[in-house]
C-alpha cells in the first residue's frame, strides 16, 4: 500500500489494511458459517442441501474471482495476487463439496 500511495500519512496506511484484512475476513467467516449450514444439510439428509450447497460455491467462487480482479485508485489489484490465490483455493474446495452433493442419491 505504501507503494501505490507515497505520500499518505502512516495512519491511512494501517487503515486501509486494516479494511482489507476485516474484509477478507468477514468474507472468511460467511464462507465457514455457509459451508457448516451445508454439512448439517447433508447429515440431515435435507432436500434443500443441493440447492445451498451449489448457491453457496457461486457466491464464493464470484467473491474469489472479485478478489482477484478488483482494482482501484492506485492500486493494480488491491488484494495483493498471493492472497487472493490462497483465497481462490477454498472455491476448489466446494466445487468438489458440491460434486459430491449431486452425486449422492436423493433421499
Known sequence: MRSAYPDWPDGLIAMDRNVIAGYLATIGVLG????LW????????????????????????????????????A???????????LGALPALAGLAAVVLIWRQPQR
Open 38 to 73: 451445508t454439512i448439517v444439510g447433508v447429515r440431515k439428509h435435507a432436500r434443500w442441501v443441493r440447492v445451498v450447497g451449489t448457491i453457496m460455491f457461486a457466491l464464493g467462487a464470484s467473491a474469489a474471482l472479485l478478489n482477484m480482479s478488483l482494482s482501484g485508485g
Open 75 to 85: 492500486y493494480t489489484n488491491v488484494i495483493p495476487p498471493l492472497y487472493s490465490t
Open 32 to 35: 465457514i458459517a455457509g459451508w
